[in-house]
């Protein structure tokens, strides 16, 4: 699987910010996708994950109830959209593809987009 994320940029403090990223390869519909994030000087986290049907979701507790994730098997595409952002949620935005939602460890997913960048302005 290849991924592509995009949708990236500058925002102020409780705006709104809609990630895409695009898969090619016949397994996408088969795996579970994540969104992580990486700020400067700190290590990657987990952020959200949806399970290969749709049909299930995992949020970390810092963005719950202003993060969703949702996805497209049509169209090989999973969204990240980020609504009430805050500062600290400025970073790299990755999304990935493993074989269980569940998982919400770097390592435990084997593929890798290329980050897209999201800056939170007060």
């Known amino acids: 699987v290849q991924l592509q994320a995009c949708g990236g940029g500058l925002v102020q403090a409780g705006d709104s910010l809609g990630l895409s990223c695009a898969a090619s390869g016949r397994t996408f519909s088969t795996s579970a996708m994540g969104w992580f994030r990486q700020a400067p000087g700190k290590e990657r986290e987990f952020v959200a994950s949806?399970?290969?049907?749709?049909?299930?979701?995992v949020y970390a507790g810092s963005v719950k109830g202003r993060f969703t994730i949702s996805r497209d098997n049509a169209k090989n595409t999973v969204y990240l959209q980020m609504n009430s952002l805050k500062l600290e949620d400025t970073a790299v935005y990755y999304c990935?593809?493993?074989?269980?939602?569940?998982?919400?460890?770097?390592?435990?997913?084997?593929?890798w987009g290329q980050g897209t960048e999201v800056t939170v302005s007060s």
């Open positions: 949806i399970r290969w049907s749709g049909r299930g979701t």
């Open positions: 990935a593809a493993g074989s269980s939602y569940l998982n919400t460890r770097p390592n435990e997913y084997n593929y």
